[in-house]
C-alpha cells in the first residue's frame, strides 16, 4: 500500500519555464512533509520542506504547495533550469513516529 | 566536511553470505537512519535510530539488522543475504530525534548485488 504516491515518472519542461512536480498521500496523520533532489550515482539531497500547519513555503525558485484537504502536494520550480535535471522525491513523515515514507520518484528533463 | 559516508560504495556476494555495509557521519548527528531504493518503489525505510542503542523498524525490516553503540556510525548487516535485496542502499543522518524538522543528509549509496 503506496503511502505516498507520485503518479507521474517522468516529465520534460523547456529552460526558462515552470515545472510542476505532484504528490499525493493517504495517511492523515503526516504532519511534515518534504522534497529531495537526487541526481545519479549521488544520494539525494533536501531541496524544500512544509509542515501540515502551511500551505505554502517558499525558497527561491522553488515553491511547495499543501492541500491538506485533498491530501495532495506540488513542487513548483519556475523558472526550470538545465541543472535542476534530476529525480525528484516527495517525502511524509508522522513527526510522532519518526518514519519516512518516500514516493516513487519523478525524473524532471529541463530541456534547453 | 561535513558527510555521511558509506562503505563500501559496490559489492557483489553471494546468497548466504554474512555482510555488513557501515555508515558514518561526522556531525554529532542523533537520527539515523538506511533506506533502500528499487526501481518503480522509490526509497523505502528499513530501519532508523533515534540515538544511541535506540533502533526501530522502518517500513521493510525483515532480512537486516542493524546497531547503534557509537553515535557516529550505524551498520547495515545482512545475516543471510538473499537475491531480493539486491538493491542500491543509503544511509542518511539529521540532527535531532524531532527527525521531521531535521533535513536529512544522505551518504553517496552501495550497490548491492546478491547472486
Known amino acids: 500500500d503506496q503511502q505516498v504516491k507520485q503518479n507521474s515518472p517522468s516529465l520534460s519542461v523547456q529552460e526558462g519555464r515552470i515545472s510542476i512536480l505532484n504528490c499525493d498521500y493517504t495517511?492523515?496523520?503526516?504532519?511534515?512533509f518534504l522534497w529531495y533532489k537526487k541526481y545519479p550515482a549521488e544520494g539525494p539531497t533536501f531541496l524544500i520542506s512544509?509542515?501540515?500547519?502551511?500551505d505554502k513555503n517558499e525558497d527561491g525558485r522553488f515553491t511547495v504547495f499543501l492541500n491538506k484537504s485533498a491530501k495532495h502536494l506540488s513542487l513548483h520550480i519556475v523558472p526550470s533550469q538545465p541543472g535542476d535535471s534530476a529525480v525528484y522525491f516527495c517525502?511524509?513523515?508522522?513527526?510522532?513516529?519518526?518514519?519516512?515514507?518516500f514516493g516513487t520518484g519523478t525524473r524532471l528533463k529541463v530541456l534547453a | 566536511e561535513a558527510q555521511v559516508t558509506q562503505n563500501p560504495r559496490y559489492l557483489i556476494t553471494v546468497t548466504g553470505k554474512k555482510l555488513t555495509v557501515t555508515c558514518s557521519q561526522n556531525?554529532?548527528?542523533?537520527?539515523m537512519s538506511w533506506y533502500r531504493q528499487d526501481p518503480g518503489l522509490g526509497l523505502r525505510q528499513i530501519y532508523y535510530s533515534m540515538n544511541v542503542e535506540v533502533t526501530d523498524k522502518g517500513d521493510v525490516p525483515e532480512g537486516y539488522k542493524v546497531s547503534r553503540k557509537e553515535k557516529r556510525n550505524f551498520p547495515l548487516i545482512l545475516e543471510s543475504p538473499s537475491p531480493n535485496q539486491t538493491s542500491l542502499y543509503f544511509c542518511?543522518?539529521?540532527?535531532?530525534?524531532?527527525?521531521?524538522?531535521?533535513?536529512?543528509?544522505f551518504g553517496p549509496g552501495t550497490r548491492l548485488l546478491v547472486l
Open positions: 495517511n492523515s496523520m503526516f504532519d511534515y
Open positions: 542518511a543522518s539529521s540532527l535531532n530525534p524531532s527527525g521531521a524538522q531535521e533535513t536529512q543528509y
Open positions: 517525502a511524509a513523515t508522522d513527526s510522532g513516529t519518526y518514519k519516512y515514507i
Open positions: 512544509i509542515s501540515s500547519i502551511k
Open positions: 556531525m554529532n548527528h542523533e537520527y
